[in-house]
């Protein structure tokens, strides 16, 4: 009914930028919030950063400063612009995205995960 699709991961140096995108489609009516988690090896999954229907934005503290969420040029769209990496962002990352669909139940959807490994 309704799929997130995420590009943009890779593996960069400490100090090394990426963008990553999350494009949701299908079965919309309507999104309250976007946003990516990410979970490292033996690690539980962690908010890193969301965007509201209002464009309020919340950050983990951990990448404050560093990463910027916003909303992508393509509808239904998000990126999150990581710079200043750290060998510690090294994660799956996951989008997420609180969805009013037609038809059915308000619910989350998740997108498959994307690698970040950050190392020299």
């Known amino acids: 009914q309704v799929q997130l699709v995420e590009t943009g991961g890779g593996l960069v140096q400490p100090g090394g930028s990426l963008r990553l995108s999350c494009t949701a489609s299908?079965?919309?009516?309507?999104?309250?919030?976007m946003g990516w988690y990410r979970q490292a090896p033996g690690e539980q999954r962690e908010l890193v950063a969301i965007i509201t229907s209002r464009g309020m934005t919340n950050y983990a503290d951990s990448v404050k400063g560093r990463f910027t969420i916003s909303r992508g040029n393509a509808k239904n769209t998000i990126d999150l612009q990581m710079n200043s990496l750290k060998p510690e962002d090294t994660a799956v990352y996951y989008c997420?995205?609180?969805?009013?669909?037609?038809?059915?139940?308000?619910?989350?959807?998740w997108g498959q995960g994307t690698q970040i490994i950050v190392s020299s």
């Open positions: 997420k995205a609180d969805i009013n669909p037609l038809g059915v139940s308000r619910r989350d959807y």
């Open positions: 299908g079965n919309i009516f309507s999104i309250n919030a």
